[in-house]
Nanobody, 125 residues
Framework: QVQLVESGGGLVQAGGSLRLSCAAS????????MGWFRQAPGKEREFVAA????????FYADSVKGRFTISRDNAKNTVYVQMSSLKTEDTAVYYC??????????????????WGQGTQVTVSS
């Protein structure tokens, strides 16, 4: 069983930066990578970014491509999302989860499990 803990959220002005962390404990064996999703008030949870354990391939939503960078530190069992040029529409609760389904689809919730508790990101204008 994998436990995930997010951190790094907060309040930032538009144009600013934040780095989110997701620390994993327990067995990640049998999972294929980690993804970040976000949920804004009144909206469904949406994919943000993901990284494959093997080879480090990355995947991004079009809305964050070029502004967010996902990376991993294998020694620390931690995945990061560096968020730059933040916009007010990036305001949401951000969640990390491990990819448990072996497939080419990295973009939908159903591929993931062991969700963290979430961390709030608020971008002010």
């Amino acid at each position: 069983q994998v436990q995930l803990v997010e951190s790094g959220g907060g309040l930032v002005q538009a144009g600013g930066s934040l780095r989110l962390s997701c620390a994993a404990s327990g067995r990640t064996f049998g999972t294929y990578g980690m993804g970040w999703f976000r949920q804004a008030p009144g909206k469904e949870r949406e994919f943000v970014a993901a990284i494959r354990w093997s080879g480090g391939s990355t995947f991004y939503a079009d809305s964050v491509k070029g502004r967010f960078t996902i990376s991993r530190d294998n020694a620390k069992n931690t995945v990061y999302v560096q968020m730059s040029s933040l916009k007010t529409e990036d305001t949401a609760v951000y969640y990390c989860a491990v990819k448990k389904v072996y497939s080419v689809n990295w973009y939908t919730e159903a591929q993931y499990g062991s969700w963290g508790q979430g961390t709030q990101v608020t971008v002010s204008s």
